[in-house]
T-cell receptor, first 111, second 116 residues
Framework: GDSVTQMEGPVTLSEEAFLTINCTYTATGYPSLFWYVQYPGEGLQLLLKATKADDKGSNKGFEATYRKETTSFHLEKGSVQVSDSAVYFCAFTGANSKLTFGKGITLSVRP | DTAVSQTPKYLVTQMGNDKSIKCEQNLGHDTMYWYKQDSKKFLKIMFSYNNKELIINETVPNRFSPKSPDKAHLNLHINSLELGDSAVYFC???????????????FGEGSRLTVL
């Protein structure tokens, strides 16, 4: 069935380090792909999205490219900040329009 | 002005009790959801309503009953609470089902339920 797999966490980085969070999906058809972020004590909010192959979503210095050939949507940021500490969820909508989330990964950034 | 608001934010109760969580959205959206987030941050959809009609009903014990009196409100009632019901419950809304291709769901701040 449709699913999304994220790399295991948690991840701890020093400020200004490079970040990559892996995400791969299994879906029929051509899903839209998303990254959501959950800051401490808050609900989730959409970080970025890509709706077709080779699209790149970007926001707040984060980027992710829709790679159909590898069914991946890895999240990257060149230089993380303490304020990026949060839980990150990869997600997609499939043919049934249901939004399916990955397990989430906790990122902690040290000063 | 909060877009998706849930009450209460915290709820501590004894096993066997019945409790409700309320949700309201002022975004004019047609679709609303309840999600459960466990202690490991795993997020699981429970229910979804579109224009007051139930469209997603995942494998959830029938002690959980959603009610949508109008498309701006979606409440969750839980009977006979169990220890395993302890979690954070999130309400969300979107323009259409699954965000209708935009995938953008707007979440409330969550309601932390602790069952003792």
């Amino acid at each position: 069935g449709d699913s999304v797999t994220q790399m295991e966490g948690p991840v701890t980085l020093s400020e200004e380090a490079f970040l990559t969070i892996n995400c791969t999906y299994t879906a029929t058809g051509y899903p839209s792909l998303f990254w959501y972020v959950q800051y401490p004590g808050e609900g989730l909010q959409l970080l970025l999205k890509a709706t077709k192959a080779d699209d790149k979503g970007s926001n707040k210095g984060f980027e992710a490219t829709y790679r159909k050939e590898t069914t991946s949507f890895h999240l990257e940021k060149g230089s993380v900040q303490v304020s990026d500490s949060a839980v990150y969820f990869c997600a997609f909508t499939g043919a049934n329009s249901k939004l399916t989330f990955g397990k989430g990964i906790t990122l902690s950034v040290r000063p | 002005d909060t877009a998706v608001s849930q009450t209460p934010k915290y709820l501590v109760t004894q096993m066997g009790n019945d409790k409700s969580i309320k949700c309201e959205q002022n975004l004019g959206h047609d679709t609303m959801y309840w999600y459960k987030q466990d202690s490991k941050k795993f997020l699981k959809i429970m229910f979804s309503y579109n224009n007051k009609e139930l469209i997603i009903n995942e494998t959830v014990p029938n002690r959980f009953s959603p009610k949508s009196p109008d498309k701006a409100h979606l409440n969750l009632h839980i009977n006979s609470l169990e220890l395993g019901d302890s979690a954070v419950y999130f309400c969300a809304s979107s323009q259409g089902p699954g965000g209708s291709g935009t995938g953008e769901l707007f979440f409330g701040e969550g309601s932390r339920l602790t069952v003792l």
